[in-house]
Nanobody, 122 residues
């Protein structure tokens, strides 16, 4: 599986962005898709994951209520809708594919996109 993330950019605090992650390959349905982010000097942080049937796992502490993950299996694409953005959301955002349902560990994800930068100004 190859993953291509897009949709990042510069946004003011309180604004919204939608990230997309397009997957290549016919086995997209087999994978749990996740979103992570990494800010400068910080560890990679789990945000949310979604199974092929739409079952969702969110990181409660960081983004629940503001970020929503979804997937369109017909388009082999997973999305991250980000609302009410804050300056502390500034990071490189990565999509990833794995096989462990409900996992927030980066080590359970086998394939990674290249990352897309989100910058939130105050």
């Amino acid at each position: 599986v190859q993953l291509q993330a897009s949709g990042g950019g510069l946004v003011q605090a309180g604004g919204s962005l939608r990230l997309s992650c397009a997957a290549s390959g016919r086995t997209f349905l087999s994978y749990v898709m996740g979103w992570f982010r990494q800010a400068p000097g910080k560890e990679r942080e789990f945000l949310a994951a979604i199974t092929w049937s739409g079952g969702v796992t969110h990181s409660v502490d960081s983004v629940e209520g503001r970020f929503t993950i979804s997937r369109d299996n017909a388009k082999n694409t997973v999305y991250l809708q980000m609302n009410s953005l804050k300056p502390e959301d500034t990071a490189v955002y990565y999509c990833a594919a794995g096989v462990v349902v409900g996992s927030g560990s980066q080590y359970d994800y086998n394939y990674w996109g290249q990352g897309t930068l989100v910058t939130v100004s105050s």
